[in-house]
């Protein structure tokens, strides 16, 4: 069914006026079949909103007074809508809601990053939706060793335990992920994405094709490459060797 005939309800939660407005503006320019049936200024208000009109597509700020975007969702057992979050660049709420395979736009954004994202929005209506949101909440609480990131694999979305990733390859547009337990996962994702969610836990790119796990790396060889426990190796690139092996100054030296 063609999506652009249907009437896509939203609701927009937002505590600043002038951002609800801009949205709602863009919205009825570019998107005609969206119609935002409410705007609220807080949790509370989107919660009962939600209850009211039961949306597809909900917009949701990050920060907010009274109740906060993450705290509204956690009041909501089984949320049968999409989300696009809005933020002003609250860093640690965006890296759990990229590891969670979620849609957000950094205030203020441009037209061209809306309509990224409802394109997004369109393809993925109702795609394991409670589930990516569940796992957005378990790594908002949860210590850096115990997040989970969300892989959009053929055979739907895989939730894996960062710590278990042992490194990551590209493959064309895609990523394979391998695992600590000697499985993987193919996600259609590119290595770029995978480095700038994980660069920040313990992962380091060696190569344009590998992005490794600092936990599993063993040594470094004399011939630039790393090997990982099980005695797997990856080569290290030459323009990234001397960086890597600063990164790596605790390694031992094989």
Known sequence: MNMRLQNIKAIIVDDESFNRMQLKLKLARLYPEISVVAECIDGME??????LYKPDLVFLDV???VMDGITMLEHISCPDFEVIFISVSEKFAIQAIRMSALDYLVKPFKTEELQSAIERFKEKRNFDTPERLKNLLHNVHAGNNDQKLAL???NGIRFIPIDEIMHCQAQGSYTCIYLSNGKTELA?????????????????RIHKSHLVNKKFIDSINKTGC??????????????????????LSGIKLN
């Open 152 to 154: 959009n694999t053929a």
């Open 46 to 51: 989107g919660l009962r909103a939600i209850e």
């Open 188 to 204: 259609s994702r590119a290595l770029h994405d995978f480095e700038e969610i994980l660069s920040e836990r313990q992962f380091i």
């Open 63 to 65: 920060m907010m007074p």
């Open 226 to 247: 790393v090997i990982l426990k099980g005695n797997k190796m990856l080569e290290i690139s030459r323009r990234k060797l001397v960086e890597v092996k600063e990164k």
